[in-house]
């Protein structure tokens, strides 16, 4: 199936520092998700977008929804050592047969160290 | 909140078993999804219900079957495991407009020895 391309991979970072990741497509998408995946767990939500331009704060969580509909970004402020996990984004958009089809990004995974 | 619940964090079967897996929804959700994830692979959509009785192949349906007899339940059957079903099982739920989040439940590892 279609994914999202989701950057970087992975990333180290030191407690404190800002942390930003983005996902693009070649489609344009009717909503933008963020998630966040602890080890063993399931994907929790973070942000919804839902219109192009949009910009959304969750705590030290930002997060903007691009406006050619076709990427978006999410940015971690002083960041902190429970901030380690998987961050996951996801869109919406019409599918072929009118149904509403939801494609993820291949995840960010990030480490804090302390 | 919403709260997804499935069955087993954990569940080890054998090769040739039929093994269930269950989801329970408590926010009267008209959509549901079952996914698998693999390292590597991320999320892949395994079949999906938008209705009671009602099912849709996702991306890689072969080997599973769904069930959704009450709303607020679908489950996933592996019909007879195979060792390459081995991973981490994801259900989610969503109201019916298909532009609203997917929340998911904690997962269930599963493993076929």
């Known amino acids: 199936g279609q994914q999202l391309n989701q950057s970087p991979q992975s990333m180290f970072i030191q407690e404190g520092e800002d942390v930003s990741m983005n996902c693009t497509s070649s489609?344009?998408?009717?909503?933008w998700l963020w998630y966040k995946q602890d080890p063993g767990e399931g994907p929790v939500l973070l942000i919804a977008?839902?219109?192009?331009?949009e910009l959304t704060s969750n705590g030290r969580l930002t997060a903007q929804f691009g406006i050619t509909r076709k990427d978006s970004f999410l940015n971690i402020s002083a960041s902190i050592p429970s901030d380690v996990g998987i961050y996951f984004c996801a869109g919406t958009h019409n599918s072929i047969s009118g149904t509403y089809k939801y494609i993820f990004g291949t995840g960010t995974r990030l480490k804090v160290l302390a | 909140d919403v709260k997804v619940t499935q069955s087993s964090r954990y569940l080890v079967k054998r090769t040739g078993e039929k093994v269930f897996l269950e989801c329970v929804q408590d926010?009267?959700?008209?959509?549901m999804f079952w996914y698998r994830q693999d390292p590597g692979l991320g999320l892949r959509l395994i079949y999906f219900?938008?209705?009671?009785?009602?099912?849709e192949k996702g991306d890689i349906p072969e080997g599973y079957s769904v069930s959704r007899e009450k709303k607020e339940r679908f489950s996933l059957i592996l019909e007879s495991a195979s060792t390459n079903q081995t991973s981490m099982y994801l259900c989610?739920?969503?109201?019916?407009?298909?532009?609203?989040?997917?929340?998911f439940g904690d997962g269930t590892r599963l493993s076929i020895l």
């Open positions: 989610a739920s969503s109201e019916l407009l298909g532009y609203q989040p997917q929340h």
């Open positions: 489609s344009i998408f009717n909503t």
């Open positions: 926010m009267d959700h008209e959509n």
């Open positions: 977008l839902y219109k192009a331009g």
């Open positions: 219900s938008y209705d009671v009785k009602m099912k």
